[in-house]
């Protein structure tokens, strides 16, 4: 898996890592045979989920390329860059439907801001007001998503669900 010459002095060049991933794209575009899909999600579902590793939203939900719009970051929270992707997904791609997804083991479960905020000024000596949107418990906190989607004025009053992912069995479970 050589055949690219060595990148020298070059911003981009990577790990590894990053090296066989972009070999893995290179054998992908061999394959790929889903320019006909348009950008409206078939299901009508916007979902958003925490990004931990161990949860694949469409392997856990038998979803495929061009069924649903994945909203991820860390927690599964709905800050309000959250809640601007699922305005964007309502109202210019048709979605009608939202899942919220968290799931058992999560990172910031039984931590705290301060905490993580200590680290960061310990490392760079610099103060800057980030929520990190720690919470004490995973089912608590999806409820407090689904209710803060729920009563946002922007978001259309369709079905929400709240779910959570248990990493050991990759049962879904609803809470909200
Ligand atoms: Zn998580």
């Known amino acids: 898996m050589q055949s690219d010459p060595p990148a020298q002095s070059n911003a981009t060049a990577g790990s590894p890592e990053y090296e066989r991933l972009?070999?893995?794209?290179?054998?992908?575009?061999?394959?790929?045979?889903?320019?006909?899909?348009?950008?409206?999600?078939?299901?009508?579902?916007a979902i958003l989920a925490c990004m931990d590793a161990r949860l694949d939203v469409e392997e856990a939900?038998?979803?495929?390329?061009?069924?649903?719009?994945?909203?991820r970051n860390a927690g599964g929270l709905a800050t309000d860059d959250a809640i601007r992707s699922i305005v964007v997904s309502?109202?210019?791609l048709g979605t009608d439907e939202v899942i919220v997804i968290g799931h058992t083991q999560c990172g910031l479960e039984g931590r705290t801001d301060a905490d993580i905020r200590r680290r960061l000024v310990e490392r760079t000596g610099r103060e800057i007001p980030?929520?990190?949107?720690?919470?004490?418990?995973?089912?608590t906190s999806v409820r407090a998503q689904v209710d803060r989607l729920r009563s946002h004025p922007w978001i259309r009053p369709v079905p929400i669900h709240g779910l959570i992912f248990d990493v050991e069995t990759g049962q879904l479970t609803d809470v909200a």
Do not use: K
């Open 22 to 45: 972009r070999a893995e794209n290179r054998r992908y575009v061999e394959t790929f045979d889903r320019s006909a899909l348009t950008a409206a999600p078939l299901s009508g579902m």
């Open 61 to 71: 939900l038998g979803l495929r390329t061009g069924d649903a719009h994945i909203i």
């Open 90 to 92: 309502q109202e210019l």
């Open 130 to 139: 980030l929520a990190f949107g720690t919470f004490a418990d995973v089912e």
